[in-house]
């Protein structure tokens, strides 16, 4: 017999069903608990709720354990590719040769933008930062594409999903040549998916690019790292967002503007500016730490902490490995890793963040590889987006294959004011 829970309250007794993953994982079924009692339950910040079944990403937040499928993250990044990986998320077992070949040639012959798309970044300002330029782009995909957004055909949306992961490299490289004034650059479909965006970042019309196979490689982990995370900010938005049959370039428009802020994927781009700011002498990675202790969110040690993990990010782990390798290969002695090593140091000693758990994120080592790469900071968070595009569209569509499927809509605890009277607006 299933496992219940006894709810007790106001001399009633309900029992709640339990719900168990298959890794173990246990949740009370409160969904009936309105209907029965009038009560609902309140988890400010979403904490404690489980949101949905899914099948697509486990975290054990406790133990660092980070899986695509039942794949560990650590094998992936091994021996996976990014296009592999997002054919893995999205269609939930790994593609063989032929599967895979052709879905990379699908891919790729996708990449080039509509003119007019290149035509709409004369409107944006100079200044105006990627990440704000690329979600309006994405989202203006739909005005193109209108006959394939339909997210009960899986086919209309297939033809989506490739074409978001084909153009998300070209309009991010453009939102970037934008802002330094160059021409864009078209992509070169001989390429691979990292070198044809390193090219598309780095050459011009007077200089050829030939994009470095370590570089490559190295941006082609990040991706892979950045891949999913199961219910964080953006997924959450991107599924609330098509809960209400909103189209796919909507829905992740919407993800790309969760994902921007800076304690989620904005982060990577706010570590690098506070270890910069060390390294120019506004104060040394201790009084930093300090600083970060006195639980104002503005001051926030930037790439440490996380909501689920309770212990080492695995993705961290592995990052901070590949950014030691990189900059080895690329001959480059970065003050910032040293200063970033440091800090961990410090960290890692101290009791408020032992006592919190706190461990550096994903977000911590990242950008010391961006940079070795030459990409801008304000960049980095783009890049996060490119990663985690095929885990939305993976939660999107397993949202509306859901046979639970509904419109997302929370509920609240009112506790504004009580029949107010009027006042006419002279007399106010
Ligand atoms: N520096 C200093 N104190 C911290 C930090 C930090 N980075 N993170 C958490 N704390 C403290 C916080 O002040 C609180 O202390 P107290 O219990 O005394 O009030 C305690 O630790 C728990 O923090 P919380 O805010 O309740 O934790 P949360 O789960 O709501 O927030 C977080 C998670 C990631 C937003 C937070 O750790 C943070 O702001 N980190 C810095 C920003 C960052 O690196 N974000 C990237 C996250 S990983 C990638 C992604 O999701 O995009």
Redesign the pocket.
């Known amino acids: 017999m299933a496992a219940k829970a006894t709810l007790k309250f106001g001399g009633q007794e309900i029992e709640l069903g339990v719900e168990e993953g298959t890794e173990g994982e246990k949740a009370i079924d409160i969904s009936g608990l309105r209907a029965q009692t009038g009560l609902i339950t309140l988890d400010p910040?979403f904490?404690n709720t489980g949101s949905c079944k899914s099948a697509i990403t486990f975290i054990d937040g406790e133990k660092g354990i980070l899986k695509y499928r039942g794949i560990p993250i650590e094998e992936l990044a091994e021996k996976a590719s990014f296009l592999e990986t997002a054919y893995l998320l999205i269609y939930g077992r790994l593609p063989n040769k032929p599967e895979l070949d052709s879905y990379v040639d699908e891919v790729t012959c996708h990449t080039m933008v509509h003119e007019n798309i290149r035509r709409f970044y004369d409107g944006f300002p100079k200044k105006a930062h990627p990440m704000a330029v690329s979600a309006a782009v994405i989202g203006a995909l739909a005005t193109f594409y209108p006959d394939r957004q339909d997210p009960s055909g899986r086919r209309d949306a297939e033809g989506s999903i490739v074409r978001l992961l084909a153009k998300f490299p070209t309009i991010a490289a453009n939102s970037y040549k934008y802002s330094i004034g160059q021409p864009f650059v078209y992509p070169k479909n001989r390429l691979n998916y990292c070198s044809n965006f390193l090219q598309m970042m780095f050459a011009n019309p007077c200089a050829e690019y030939e994009p470095d196979p370590v570089v490559a490689k190295a941006l082609d982990l990040l991706l892979i790292l950045h891949a999913d995370?199961e219910q964080?900010?953006?997924t959450s938005t991107v599924r609330l967002v098509g809960s209400s049959l909103s189209n796919l370039f909507a829905s992740i428009s919407a993800g790309i503007s969760a994902?921007w802020g800076?304690?989620?994927?904005g982060?990577n781009q706010?570590?690098i500016e506070m270890l910069e700011s060390i390294r120019d002498g506004e104060g040394s990675a201790a009084a930093f730490v300090e600083k970060?202790?006195k639980?104002d969110?503005t001051t926030?040690?930037?790439?440490?902490?996380?909501?689920v993990y309770k212990n080492y990010?695995p993705r961290a782990r592995i990052i901070k490995k590949s950014c030691h390798q990189v900059l080895e290969r690329l001959g480059i002695h970065s003050k910032l890793l040293e200063i970033a090593t440091n800090l961990e140091e410090i960290v890692l000693n101290d009791d408020?963040?032992v006592q919190?758990n706190?461990y550096p994120?994903?977000?911590?080592y990242s950008g010391i590889i961006y940079q070795a790469i030459g990409i801008p900071k304000n960049m980095f968070t783009v890049l996060?987006a490119m990663g985690r595009l095929p885990g939305w569209v993976a939660h999107w569509m397993e949202m509306h294959e859901d046979p639970q499927f509904r419109i997302g809509r929370p509920r609240q605890i009112y506790t504004g004011e009580i029949n107010k009277k009027f006042i006419p607006i002279d007399q106010r």
């Open positions: 910040g904490a995370h964080n900010c953006s994902l800076s304690l989620h994927g982060a706010k570590v970060s202790k639980g969110d926030r040690l930037m790439g440490f902490g996380h909501r990010d408020y963040f919190r706190l994120n994903v977000d911590f996060f």
